[in-house]
Nanobody
Framework: QVQLIDSGGDFVQAGGSLRLSCAAS????????MGWYRQAPGMQRELVAT?????YYADAVKGRFIISRDNAKNTAYLEMNRLKPEDTATYYC???????????????WGQGTQVVVSA
């Protein structure tokens, strides 16, 4: 089993910055890919960014957010700059993990960390 712990969410004024972290622990042979989603109140969960063979950013965050990873620590980061009130949401990290040699890749989710951006 693998556990993901999201952290770094906070209250911030528009124009500010935050850095989210997602640390994975447990039986990990290899992290295939990492990603961040967000869900605003009353809205569907949406993809923000992914890091795998390629890097993807949603149009709404392109140029402001940076996804990165520390493979040695099995940790993902989301650096969020020039934050806007519409970035307010609970942010969830996800990782696709292979737990053993020749094993299946399984998706895991963090518990979420809340980001509130005031105008």
């Amino acid at each position: 089993q693998v556990q993901l712990i999201d952290s770094g969410g906070d209250f911030v004024q528009a124009g500010g910055s935050l850095r989210l972290s997602c640390a994975a622990s447990g039986s990990i042979f290899r992290v295939e890919s990492m990603g961040w989603y967000r869900q605003a109140p009353g809205m569907q969960r949406e993809l923000v960014a992914t890091s795998g063979e390629t890097t993807y950013y949603a149009d709404a965050v392109k140029g402001r957010f940076i996804i990165s990873r520390d493979n040695a620590k099995n940790t993902a980061y989301l650096e969020m700059n020039r934050l806007k009130p519409e970035d307010t949401a609970t942010y969830y990290c996800t990782m696709t993990v292979t737990e053993s040699v020749g094993g299946w890749a399984v998706d895991y989710w963090g518990q979420g960390t809340q980001v509130v951006v005031s105008a």
